[in-house]
């Protein structure tokens, strides 16, 4: 998860810089709510790679905020990045995949 994490940060920041895009989908000729939406998960998808990566309490709670405020924005947003139900589904099954995995590691390592 904190690698999937890290390709979407990077992958944020590309937008940003422009990196890879084309004049058409310049960071500046986007809208505002775009630009806020891309930089926040560009941001947080980083901060929250180096949590899971470090297996620290607070990386799967960032991770879990990114991955609920994407799916937020996918649902209730749509105009923000194109409303794409791919996204929210491969959103949606990392978010079950991951409690899967934290569910089995629990069992593993009883208190």
Do not use: R
Not at 75 to 93: D, H, K, R, S, Y
């Amino acid at each position: 998860m904190a690698a999937i994490s890290m390709f979407k940060g990077l992958y944020h920041w590309a937008q940003v810089c422009g990196i890879g895009f084309g004049e058409s989908v310049a960071f500046e000729n986007q809208s505002i709510a775009w630009q806020t939406a891309t930089v926040f998960f560009a941001v947080i998808d980083l901060v929250a790679a180096i949590g899971l990566w470090l297996a620290a309490a607070w990386g799967a709670v960032i991770w879990l905020t990114s991955v609920a405020s994407m799916l937020a924005v996918e649902i209730f947003f749509p105009q923000v990045f194109g409303g794409g139900w791919l996204t929210g589904a491969l959103e949606g099954a990392l978010l079950v995949l991951y409690l899967w995995l934290a569910l089995k590691s629990a069992q593993e390592h009883p208190v």
